[in-house]
């Protein structure tokens, strides 16, 4: 019981990021490293990253940094993932995006509603007779404020983005990959004996 509850108090915030291949069903192998192992996965994103042809996962997970290691080695196995990494918040900058649908009639009647999303940074999107949507970024415990403080003001609908992260000490993906090109110049830049070989201790 002792072992873990220290294993609870340990527990942290950690953004992984992955760097991979377009494959089919991808998304699924790595959700399943997580979920065998009762992982919650906190966010989830995925877009293109600075390489073409080459993808990059975010996701964020609440464990021990003992098992993080573990868990690296576990992705980097899984076909098509080139390299994986993980970092605490501290050593990553993020932003969440979230809209906010609110009655037109309530932002022209109510300068709180105005000032609130104007102290927040939010922007209008869309404007309709009915109902504006505005948008805001930051961290989670911002865009959940403004939910707080416009539900009084009938709040119609939220949604939020999933996390994205760029690391701070960090040179690129890019940049090893041109100088890997320079050294090796090969037919096919990108082949898989490539990507291979660049990610042999590489560490962001």
Known sequence: MKNMQNEEINKQEFNITLYTENHVGLLSQVASIFTRRKINIESLNTSPSEVEGIYRFNVVIIETDE??????????????????YYHSNN?????????????????EEQLNVERLLRRYGARVVVIRKDYTVFEASGHREETDNLITLLQPYGLIEFVRSAR??????SDGFNSKLKEFERLNPLPDAYSEHFLNEITKGLIV
């Not at 098992?67 to 994986?84: C, D, Q, Y």
């Not at 050593?91 to 932002?107: C, F, G, N, R």
């Not at 994205?164 to 000490?169: D, G, H, P």
Request: aromatic share 4%; hydrophobic share 55%.
């Open 164 to 169: 994205v992260a760029i690391i701070k000490k």
């Open 67 to 84: 098992l993080m290691n573990k868990l690296i080695r576990h992705l980097e196995k899984l076909n098509g993932v080139i390299k994986a």
């Open 91 to 107: 050593d990553v900058i993020w932003q969440e995006m979230a809209l906010y649908k609110m009655p037109t009639s309530i932002i």
